[in-house]
């Protein structure tokens, strides 16, 4: 959550600074160039504490110490297999013993 307000906080910077370059006729280019230095600068000395915040975020989920991502399927998945073992103790579940694709 804090890498994504880092980010929209950087892009409330950059859209209005490069409107205003665009306005001036600086060129689309030059508009863009302009306007993401300026959005850095402006953000680097004004949100530290957010980029930090952010930079720890990314930090942890990809340092491999953080939780698996999991999507709404799988999480039913899971649930249902422990399901199906709580209720027949008999079946055993091997999920490294998938079917080899063709």
Same mark, same amino acid.
């Given at each position: 959550?804090?890498?994504?307000?880092?980010?929209?906080?950087?892009?409330?910077?950059?859209?209005?600074l490069?409107?205003?370059?665009?306005?001036? &006729?600086? /060129?689309?280019?030059?508009?863009?160039l302009?306007?993401?230095?300026?959005?850095?600068?402006?953000?680097?000395?004004?949100? &530290?504490? &957010?980029?930090?915040?952010?930079?720890?975020?990314?930090?942890?989920?990809?340092? /491999?110490?953080?939780?698996?991502?999991?999507?709404?399927?799988?999480?039913? +998945?899971?649930?249902?297999? +422990?399901?199906?073992? +709580?209720?027949?103790?008999?079946?055993?579940?091997?999920?490294?013993?998938?079917?080899?694709?063709?």
């Amino acid at each position: 959550m804090a890498f994504l307000k880092y980010s929209l906080i950087r892009l409330a910077l950059f859209v209005p600074l490069f409107a205003l370059f665009v306005y001036l &006729q600086l /060129g689309w280019l030059l508009a863009v160039l302009c306007a993401g230095m300026m959005a850095f600068a402006i953000s680097y000395l004004f949100f &530290q504490k &957010q980029r930090d915040a952010a930079a720890a975020t990314l930090h942890n989920r990809f340092s /491999g110490k953080a939780k698996p991502l999991r999507s709404a399927g799988e999480v039913a +998945d899971a649930d249902a297999e +422990d399901r199906l073992v +709580d209720a027949h103790p008999e079946i055993t579940v091997h999920p490294d013993n998938r079917p080899k694709d063709s």
